[in-house]
């Protein structure tokens, strides 16, 4: 079946204007994570759902991060006001449910802030 | 804060031989750890997972072993070849709420 989808697969923007990145998670899988690797880093946690509600924020770098998702299928990261530090590629994953089950992966969005 | 750290940041090691990776956990409420291996400009897959029930797991090349009590997990790779190559992240998980990531391993497997 279809995997994790994410669109767009690359994205330049200037600084200071709104991006949206989506994530299709696999049919069925209730829990979506989103994270952010920069160049040559590894996997760091922004946010997590379990189906609509997203019971852990904490690991949006600033308030200009957010993300929704609605149906509690696909989901939508929004960085307002880009800076040039958002480079990187954002990465969505989705599961089967919570609790510690494989998480299957996005092919990412390359975000590029000139 | 849950905080994963994972060492060598880099290894390189010689067709056949055995490569190790290491890693120690902070939040003791971890019971969940998997590996995922990511090879050049794809996305990450799972490989390997254990939970705190199990001292270690095996499958075919990978082993991955679990000391509770040092908050210590690492991963076994015997008789590597060259597509093993690769960056290998550990992560630890408490209930799914959150996944925590080691900073990465970058393994060279030369022929």
């Known amino acids: 079946g279809a995997g994790v989808s994410q669109s767009p697969s690359n994205k330049v923007t200037e600084k200071g204007k709104d991006v949206e990145l989506r994530c299709d998670p696999i049919?069925?899988?209730?829990?979506l994570y989103w994270y952010r690797q920069s160049l040559g880093q590894g996997l760091e946690f922004l946010i997590y759902?379990?189906?609509?509600?997203?019971?852990?924020k904490s690991g949006l770098p600033s308030d200009r991060f957010s993300a929704e998702r609605t149906g509690g299928s696909v989901s939508t990261l929004t960085i307002q006001r880009t800076q040039q530090e958002d480079s990187a590629v954002y990465l969505c994953?989705?599961?089967?449910?919570?609790?510690?089950?494989?998480?299957?992966f996005g092919p990412g969005t390359r975000l590029t802030v000139t | 804060g849950e905080n994963v750290e994972q060492h060598p940041s880099t290894l390189s090691v010689q067709e056949g031989d055995s490569a190790v990776i290491k890693c120690t956990y902070s939040?003791?409420?971890?019971?969940?750890f998997p590996w995922y291996k990511q090879e050049l400009g794809k996305r990450p897959q799972l490989i390997i997972d254990?939970?705190?029930?199990?001292g270690e797991k095996k499958d075919q090349r990978i082993a991955v072993t679990l000391n509770k009590t040092a908050k210590h997990f690492s991963l076994h790779i015997t008789e590597t070849q060259p597509e093993d190559s690769a960056v290998y992240f550990c992560?630890?998980?408490?209930?799914?709420?959150?996944?925590?990531f080691g900073a990465g391993t970058r393994l060279f497997v030369k022929a």
């Open positions: 994953a989705s599961s089967w449910n919570q609790g510690n089950y494989e998480q299957y």
């Open positions: 049919s069925g899988h209730t829990a």
């Open positions: 759902f379990q189906g609509n509600s997203a019971p852990d």
């Open positions: 939040d003791s409420a971890s019971n969940y």
């Open positions: 254990i939970r705190s029930n199990v």
């Open positions: 992560a630890a998980s408490t209930g799914g709420f959150k996944t925590i």
